[in-house]
Each structure stands twice: as C-alpha cells, then as structure tokens.
C-alpha cells in the first residue's frame, strides 16, 4: 500500500481540502480523525468529533480503542486499497496511525501550506476560533446523528479541476470545541472606517463591503483630495497595505484582493474616478 501523510495545525483547513487532494493525487481512501472514507463515503470508523473532551478525541482520532482499530483495519483489507491519505496534526500523528492500523511506513508527506494558500489557512483558522466549525469530509446523510441532536450542518460539494464531482463535506460544531466568539461584520467595517479616515488623503469614504467566503475581498469607494499633487496609486497602494495589515494583525484574516474605486473631490464637484484593485 502507498501511503501518503497530510499534516497541519488544527483548524487549518485540511479536510476541506482532503477530498480534492486526495483526487488531485489519486488516492481512493482516506483516513480522518477516525474515520475511513473510500471514494468520498465513509466505510467504517467513528468520528472524533463527537467526542465530548479533546483528550477523548484525540484518542479516537489516532485509534486507541481496539475494537474501533479492529473494524478499520478489517474494512481496510476488504476494500484492497491500493493508495490511502492520513491526515493529522503532525508527521507524529500520522505516523502513529499507520503504526497502529498495522499499514506500513509513511512513503509521502505532504503539509497544509503544500495545498493552501496562507489567505486560506488563516481564514480557516479564523472561521474555527470564532464560528467552531468543523468539516467531515463526508456526506451529511452519513454523518451520526446521536442522540444529543449535534449541530450538524451541510458543507459544500467538491469538484475537480474538470468539474467532476468527487464528494462533499459537513459541517459540525463538536463539544470539546469551547470558547467560540462571534465578531459583528460592522467590527470589520469600522477597521476600514477608521484607516480611512486616518489619511490624509482621503476626504470621504463609503460603500464598504466585505466578503469573507472563498478568497476574502474589501470592496469601498472613496474620495480623495484634489488638486491631485500627488501619485494616486502609491497614496492608494499605502491604503491597501494598511488595510492588509489591520486585518491580519488584529483578526488574523489574511485579505485576497482589495478593491477602491477612487473619485477626486473638490467641496464642489467630482473630478475624475480611477479604480485601484490589488
């Protein structure tokens, strides 16, 4: 069997970004905290994120309980699986499954920032410490349904590079998962606000918007000091930055794309409009 190892920090986005991986390399099998999934469907195992305490999960996740090892490494024989992925937290972890389920050394390593763009480990790492979300690379129909009635939502289906579907994930919000804060959007918009009115530069600002899906872009217009003796895109490339910047280090949310359309102003009349993307 080739064995492959995909490890990161918790909350980095590795599960999302499991399936498509796994596709990416051919890989049919993959093992998450817990679980075996084959070809996007879960085949046996229990999920460790139902356990009730972190120290619980974690030995769930790396199969201590013998009768869950037991009923993974029979359905590993049974399904005659050429090539299998082991996600962890560590090059130990994974190591430490293998070693357990009896597969054999570990041939490939691989890690998160391997596969994610840093915009996209941070935003995961913020949706986990503010939302507590969790993604099961399975589909929700699959997902145990105790009888604690876990908060279990749909996740979204994965595609490949040729848009063949190649499996979904779900949604849930453990219980060993504590201290989730929620943060206003306005907190988000009061940032850009307050860098805006900060510059010298700029006389008005509106029309803020920001999207945290996917890539996270701000979008706002503003109006600027006229005459214009100055370099308007150096001026607006410095507000950019600072922008980046407030983001990461107060929200750690790493910003794709930053949009300002730039109207110059007089107290009477606009001037002239130019759009500053980056």
């Known amino acids: 069997m080739e064995i492959f190892s995909l490890s990161g920090s918790s909350g980095t986005g590795k599960s999302t970004s499991a399936l498509a991986f796994a596709h990416q390399k051919k890989i049919p099998a993959i093992i998450d905290d817990g ?26 996740a790396t199969f201590t309980d013998e009768s869950h090892r037991k009923e993974v490494q029979q359905a590993l024989k049974s399904y005659f699986i050429g090539k299998i992925l082991i ?7 994974t190591k430490l499954i293998a070693d357990r389920l009896e597969m054999g050394k570990i041939q490939h390593h691989y890690y998160v920032e391997d596969i994610r763009t840093s ?21 929700y129909r699959q997902v145990e349904q105790n009888f604690f009635k876990k908060l279990i939502q749909r996740g979204m289906e994965i595609f490949s590079n040729k848009k063949e579907r190649i499996g979904e994930t ?14 206003e959007k306005k907190v988000f918009i009061d940032i850009v606000e307050e860098i805006c009115r900060m510059n010298p530069y700029v006389l008005h600002y509106d029309s803020i918007k920001i999207f ?28 950019q ?24 102003t007089s107290t009477v009349k606009k001037k002239e409009s130019v759009l500053i993307s980056g």
Do not use: C
């Open 241 to 264: 930055s600072e922008i980046h910047q407030r983001f990461l280090e107060f929200l750690n949310i790493e910003i794709n794309s930053i949009y300002i359309h730039v109207t110059s």
């Open 212 to 239: 945290l899906e996917g890539h996270p872009s701000v979008n706002l217009n503003v109006g600027i000091v006229f005459p214009i003796t100055y370099e308007i895109f150096e001026i607006m490339g410095e507000l």
């Open 170 to 183: 779900t949604i849930v919000f453990p219980d060993f998962h504590k201290g989730s804060i929620h943060i």
């Open 119 to 139: 915009s996209e480990i941070k935003m995961a790492q913020y949706v986990r410490k503010t939302e507590g979300k969790h993604v099961i690379p399975i589909p």
């Open 87 to 93: 996600i962890g937290t560590s090059d130990r972890m």
């Open 35 to 60: 679980l075996l999934i084959v070809n996007g469907q879960k085949v046996a195992g229990t999920s460790a994120k139902f356990e009730k305490y972190t120290l619980a999960a974690v030995k769930r």
